[in-house]
Structures are given as C-alpha cells and as structure tokens.
C-alpha cells in the first residue's frame, strides 16, 4: 500500500480563527505475508462483550444541542484550539480534553462569557474534566497553570474555585458526559480489525489496529474545531471516526457486519456524519491522494440514484 499522505502539501494559512491543525498519521505498514498475520480479534471472540458498558453510556448520552447563532462562537476555533494545546502541554489524554471542550460548550451556551475571559473558562473546564476523569495525581497545579497562562488571567485557587462553582451551576451539578472519543476506545478495545479484512489485499495484522488508533484520534481531533459536529450524537461521531479511520487504511470492507453488531449503527444510519468527516478532511488537505474503496457510500448513493 502507498503512502496515503506522501504528497500532503505544507499545512494552509492559518487563519485568525485557526491556530493548531491536527497532523494526518503517517501511512500504515505494509502487511505481512499472510503466514505471519495475526488477525484482530482472536477467534472464539465474543462481539456482545461490553455490551452492557455500552447500553449505559448510550443512555447517559447527552441529546446534541446544537445552536449555531451564538455570539461566542466566531471566536470557538480559537478557544479549541488554545485548550487542545494546553492539554498537550500537561500531558493530559485526547479523550479527558474531548471533555472539556464538550463542558466547555454546554457551559457557554448558558452562560454568557466575555470574550477577555473566554480562555480562562476554556482552563477551567479543563481543570474540572480532568479533575473528573483523571487521578488526583495528575491534576495540574495552580503554579503550573498560571505557568502556561504567563500569568496572563492571574489564576490563584480563589479564582479557581469560582470558575468551578460557575460551571458546577450551569451544568446543574451534572458533570458526565460521554465524547466520541469515549465510544471509539470502547469499540478499539473490543477488537475492530477482523479475520476477513483485507488492507491492500493482504490480512491484517496486530500493528494496523495501533495505526487505526492513531486515525480515530486525528479525525476526531480535525472535526473537534467544526462547531457544525455538535449536530450529531457523540456515539454517531465515534462509529464515523471508525468508519473513516477504515476508509483511509484502504480496509476493506469498510463496515463489515461485525461493526454493525458491537456498534449498533448500520452504514446507511452513518452516512451523514462520515460524509461530513470525510469532507472535514478533505477541506483541510484536499492534495491528500484518494482513497480506492470500491464500496464508498458516496458511490452506492450514485448507483441508488440511478436506479430510482
């Protein structure tokens, strides 16, 4: 298999709304001979296990409240961008700051915010999500944000625990929400590469789910900056992220039956939010060379178009 990404140009001006562009993983590693591949996951394995894991986080999925006249949000991009940063300045998980910006946004559109201290919300949701799904140890300390914030929003612990008590109120108290993030490394860790996938025509092998991690993690972090994702369920952004990690990989098939079963959703219930991932993608590296994949929804909608 080519590299999918060799002929990438140079990330495109930024504009004043767009400081971090995520970097498209490297190309996959070419396949094994079939007598050294191992497929993913190994045989005898249950599809339904978890299935009760992911029944509760469906159910305490929060309903997309999608509202795109608010004032705050010309200025959302760069918020998003300033916190993604700060996340990776600390150490903290992809999926922890996936969090904060999904508090970030259910507390903004509530709440209304100066511009001058829409940063120091931004840290402050980070500080609480990580607060909530990270252990104590590895919470930040107030010296080291105000390291990274140059001193620039003056935080002490006082200041702290007022933007915490902002929050606690706009949320109701109610701090859980489940990102697509979370859907995604509940389905990685159930298995999502199978015997009878094919990666340019040869079987899989243990190292192409490591490369499918790392596309998961940069479609979702490349449509965390698009406002317009907040439309759709997190658990459909998951199963998307999935379906166009695949899709990259040149996996074929790219939703094979068993995705359907541990994830619920068939490839037509997806087909609005992938197509909007692939054209995110798209957007932001259109020299990217094209995927071959035979069996693309955007090809079968051509075909049912024609024979309507």
């Known amino acids: 298999m080519g590299n999918l990404f060799a002929s990438d140009p140079p990330p495109p001006p930024r504009s004043p709304y767009s400081t971090r562009i995520p970097t498209p993983p490297p190309s996959p590693p070419k396949p094994p001979p079939t007598e050294f591949a191992r497929p993913f996951p190994h045989a005898g394995f249950d599809p339904t296990y978890g299935a009760d894991v992911l029944r509760a986080m469906f159910e305490r999925e929060k309903e997309p409240d999608f509202d795109d006249t608010q004032e705050w949000l010309k200025y959302r991009r760069t918020v998003v961008d300033y916190t993604m940063e700060y996340g990776d ?28 201290q829409l940063g120091a919300t931004a840290i402050a949701c980070a500080h609480m999500a990580i607060k909530f799904e990270e252990k104590e140890e590895d919470v930040p300390t107030i010296p080291t944000i105000r390291g990274y914030t140059q001193g620039q929003f003056n935080f002490t612990s006082k200041m702290m625990m007022q933007y915490e008590w902002m929050i606690f109120r706009a949320l109701k108290w109610n701090l859980t929400t489940y990102n697509a993030l979370h859907f995604t490394m509940h389905w990685l860790a159930q298995g999502v590469i199978y015997p009878t996938d094919k990666m340019a025509g040869n079987p899989c092998n243990n190292r192409v789910v490591k490369y499918l991690r790392r596309y998961t993690d940069f479609f979702a972090d490349l449509c965390l900056q698009d406002y317009s994702f907040q439309r759709f ?40 939010c992938a197509k909007a991932v692939w054209d995110c993608y798209r957007k932001n590296f259109p020299n990217a060379p094209k995927v071959v994949a035979e069996t693309t929804m955007e090809e079968k909608n051509v075909v049912s178009e024609k024979t309507t």
Do not use: C, N
């Open 89 to 116: 300045h600390i150490g903290a998980r992809l999926s922890v700051m996936h969090s904060a910006i999904s508090m970030l946004d259910r507390v903004l559109k509530v709440t209304k915010v100066h511009r001058d």
């Open 233 to 272: 369920r997190e658990s459909v952004k998951g199963a998307a992220f999935l379906y166009s990690s695949r899709r990259a990989m040149s996996i074929e098939p790219i939703w094979p039956d068993r995705l359907v079963q541990i994830t619920t959703y068939t490839e037509e219930a997806l087909s609005e």
